[in-house]
């Protein structure tokens, strides 16, 4: 099973912030990476997948780096709709598993 | 556009089964795979397991093989996921969500859309 360390687990932010959320793995995955959005009481949505690609629709202030261990999300600035939880979730290898999470909260 | 509509809230006993079934409307059912993922109150996202409907075999996650039995039904376009021997652990919003992209007999893992989750509660 692969383990993936997501940090921070919250993070406060204010509208206009440029935020990070890390992405470990336990072993190497090249870039089998994707990140969800989740609102409370919503299904996760796809925002980026293949580490960097963005999903059609999702607004380009999203975008995803890295490869193999480390993968970086970053919201360029922050908006009202992007306080939300966030998770990683690597598809190199069964089974697929999920970061604990990144809460986005407002400041 | 395809969407997911799942099947509706359940409350069950420990040691008896759920299913909960998840149509597809609005685009191709049978190439692309459909996988259930569950969460826990206030927990992450966790997979179950996945299934090709137009191949019709299902991979699960070794946690839950041996209780958990996902099919798919061609001409209705629904899939379905099964879970028996219920404990309290179970108890969580299980989704179904449909892979992006159809690469033949394989799964590929990136998962949009997703259905709206179905809240199953285990209690005695």
């Known amino acids: 099973v692969i383990w993936m360390t997501q940090s921070p687990s919250l993070l406060s932010a204010s509208t206009g912030d440029r935020v990070t959320i890390s992405c470990r793995m336990s072993?190497?995955?090249?870039?089998?990476l994707a990140w969800y959005q989740q609102k409370p009481g919503k299904a996760p949505e796809l925002l980026i997948y293949?580490?960097?690609t963005l999903q059609s629709g999702v607004p380009s202030r999203f975008s995803g780096s890295g490869s193999g261990t480390d993968f970086t999300l970053t919201i360029s600035c922050l908006q009202s709709e992007d306080f939300a939880t966030y998770y990683c979730?690597?598809?190199?290898?069964?089974?697929?598993?999920f970061g604990q999470g990144t809460k986005v909260e407002i400041k | 556009q395809v969407q997911l509509v799942q099947s509706g809230a359940e409350v069950k006993k420990p040691g008896s089964s759920v299913k909960v079934s998840c149509k597809a409307s609005?685009?191709?059912?049978?190439?692309?795979?459909i996988s259930w993922v569950r969460q826990a109150p206030g927990q992450g996202l966790e997979w179950m397991g996945g299934?090709?409907?137009?191949?019709?075999?299902?991979n699960y996650a070794q946690k839950f093989q041996g209780r958990v039995t996902i099919t798919a039904d061609e001409s209705t376009s629904t899939a379905y996921m099964e879970l028996s021997s219920l404990r309290s652990e179970d108890t969580a919003v299980y989704y179904c969500?449909?892979?992006?992209?159809?690469?033949?007999?394989?799964?590929?893992?990136?998962?949009?859309?997703w259905g709206q989750g179905t809240l199953v509660t285990v209690s005695s």
């Open positions: 969500a449909r892979e992006l992209e159809s690469n033949y007999d394989i799964l590929t893992g990136v998962f949009d859309p």
């Open positions: 609005g685009g191709t059912f049978s190439s692309y795979a």
């Open positions: 299934i090709i409907p137009i191949f019709g075999t299902a």
């Open positions: 072993q190497g995955i090249s870039s089998y």
């Open positions: 293949a580490a960097s």
């Open positions: 979730q690597q598809y190199y290898s069964f089974p697929w598993t």
